[in-house]
């Protein structure tokens, strides 16, 4: 995206789970030429940081339980996840596009990426089963992609989102949702995006999720 995601000089502790280091474990990866704040949460979990360097990357085990539900990973445009004090409260997800998972539901996986906020970074997901699909979405030129009535946001790190402004209002696909969906086709666009941007894996697999892939 050409802008560097801020990272403040802060020590911040990535969630790990569990003890496995064979299966069930999401490895987060950051191919930017800049350092990124990747975030993690679940509906349940208070959300968790990691400043990952160029090149970087960090784990998250799952353990033997094998299940992380509705947990999505997403990079910070602030550079900071959680809002201080303030349990399961996020500062800026909703400025940022977002790789979504439930893991271990009856065997079976579900994972998504998701521009029904916004876009930001370029973000894909890389199961190790060949079986099952790898998904991408990057959208070089943020600014001259954010159109009306879609809105660009700019941080003063110099980040940039683009605000879906008709992703989360519950309509079928407008102008503004098209913008997404015909950037990013196997990306969630609007909220009920569902037929062309759900996947599934079975339980037990290994996934990669990447920044700037």
Do not use: H
């Amino acid at each position: 995206m050409g802008k560097s995601l801020l990272v403040p000089a802060i020590a911040a502790l990535f969630l790990i789970y569990g003890g496995s280091v064979n299966g069930c474990v999401v490895n987060v990866n950051n191919n930017c030429p800049y350092e990124v704040t990747a975030c993690s949460q679940t509906q349940s979990d208070n959300i968790a940081q990691v400043n990952l360097a160029a090149g970087g990357s960090a784990a998250i085990d799952l353990g033997g339980a094998c299940s992380w539900p509705a947990a999505v990973v997403y990079a910070s445009v602030t550079g900071q996840c959680a809002v201080s004090g303030t349990p399961n409260a996020a500062t800026d997800r909703n400025l940022a596009n977002l790789a979504e998972f439930t893991i271990g539901a009856n065997g079976q996986d579900t994972y998504d990426l998701s521009n029904v906020n916004a876009y930001t970074i370029g973000l894909a997901i890389n199961p190790s089963n060949s079986g099952c699909t790898s998904i991408s979405c990057t959208i070089n030129d943020i600014s001259g992609f954010c159109q009306p009535p879609n809105q660009l946001v700019t941080q003063s790190s110099n980040a940039e989102s683009c605000i879906n402004t008709d992703g989360t209002n519950g309509l079928g696909p407008t102008d503004g949702t098209r913008q997404f969906k015909n950037a990013c086709p196997s990306s969630y666009s609007y909220n009920f995006d569902d037929a062309t941007s759900t996947f599934t894996c079975g339980t037990g697999t290994d996934y990669s999720v990447v920044f700037c892939p």
